[in-house]
């Protein structure tokens, strides 16, 4: 079989019509596809430079412009496309399986058949660009489709299923004026993620991390706010919650950061982590998961992370949203509050980051699902 299984659908995310034509695209098209990790031995053939070190810092390049070449909107008119062209990558344990890392692509059409067409051709164009340091595999049957993407653990009824993001931390500085917040940043070093993998690796329940990608723009209106945000807080004599030197350092924190996301031709995406489970999730592995993505590696002081739990009356609709691929807008005390699931492309770079396997032995008690060379 060469032919990827499309699990098709009539639906829409009534909470997200974003622009012009999004309510006409009404059937929405799935594929999943398991991400292959060569052994040590099998990647390092695959350098151009002298050494190791050079095939890693290829394959992060790789990796890198892989992402950015996801980004696509309807320039002419400044707005998201209405396909709510979406990725997700996952990283699966189920104990004795290995950790399953997976790429799962959707679409959304006007039509059912549209819908097939638009997302094998989705498919193609993912399979021709994915970064060649890694052997992709598609689902050719609904089983395969359900196992590769996790479905089988987000449809778990289990009451004490657990569901909660991870978000970037948000920093009042006046706490009687509900503009004066900052917004912390995602950021991660070239090999952080190991410490994510390893701890994913090691759960003794199924578990399931969710990052979903999808291409957005900042509006007029939105631009306009955050530089007003700015200008209010440049002018903040003082404050009696902080100390001298806190206020300064937080205006010249909020300047470096307005000038991020008003900068020219800037790529902006939805970008949100989610942890799931049919169990309690172990605290410790959101600190780890928050704390390697919001690292900083030159010792500068980033403000950190938080963890949104859905409340147990929230837990089926946060389920649907993320076997639909759709984003979960939990709440912001930011000034534009969908900025809150908004990154830039460095950001989405820090985000995510595929596994490899290092020298010798790899990494220890980390065994990834085998691999299909089909």
């Not at 909107?73 to 209405?82: A, Q, Y």
Request: charged fraction near 25%; hydrophobic fraction near 40%.
């Amino acid at each position: 079989m060469t032919t990827p299984w499309i699990e098709l659908d009539k639906y829409q995310d009534q909470d997200d019509f974003a622009g012009p034509g999004f309510s006409e695209h009404i059937w929405q098209a799935l594929f999943a596809c398991q991400i292959g990790i060569r052994s040590h031995q099998d990647w390092v053939k695959l350098k151009w430079g002298f050494n190791a070190s050079a095939l890693f810092d290829e394959a992060l390049e790789r990796q890198k412009l892989f992402l950015e070449s996801q980004y696509a909107i309807r320039k002419e008119l400044g707005t998201e496309n209405p396909d709510h062209r979406t990725l997700a990558f996952r990283y699966i344990n189920r104990p004795g399986e290995g950790l399953l890392p997976a790429v799962i692509g959707k679409v959304h059409a006007r039509t059912e058949a549209e819908a097939r067409e638009t997302a094998l051709a989705f498919y193609r164009a993912l399979k021709s660009i994915f970064p060649y340091d890694y052997v992709l595999t598609p689902a050719f049957s609904r089983d395969e489709f359900i196992h590769i993407s996790g479905m089988d653990i987000l449809d778990d009824s289990n009451n004490q299923f657990d569901l909660a993001q991870v978000k970037r931390f948000e920093v009042p500085i006046r706490f009687d004026r509900h503009s004066s917040i900052l917004q912390g940043l995602w950021q991660s070093g070239a090999r952080s993620h190991e410490q994510i993998w390893r701890s994913l690796a090691a759960s003794v329940h199924p578990l399931l991390m969710n990052i979903s990608l999808r291409c957005t723009v900042l509006y007029e209106k939105e631009r306009e706010r955050l530089a007003e945000c700015a200008e209010e807080i440049s002018h903040i004599a003082s404050d009696k919650f902080l100390h001298q030197r806190t206020l300064p350092a937080l205006k010249q924190w909020h300047e470096a950061y307005i000038e991020r996301r008003l900068a020219p031709w800037k790529k902006f995406f939805y970008l949100q982590v989610h942890l799931a489970s049919p169990q309690k999730i172990d605290e410790d592995l959101f600190r780890i998961v928050g704390t390697s993505l919001t690292w900083s590696a030159n010792s500068a002081s980033l403000p950190g992370y938080y963890v949104i739990s859905s409340k147990l009356n929230e837990v089926p609709a946060w389920r649907r949203k993320l076997r639909n691929l759709d984003f979960i807008f939990s709440g912001s005390y930011l000034p534009v509050p969908r900025l809150a699931e908004v990154a830039d492309m460095d950001e989405v770079f820090a985000v995510i980051r595929l596994p490899y396997s290092p020298p010798e032995d790899g990494f220890p008690d980390v065994n990834f699902a085998g691999n299909r060379t089909t």
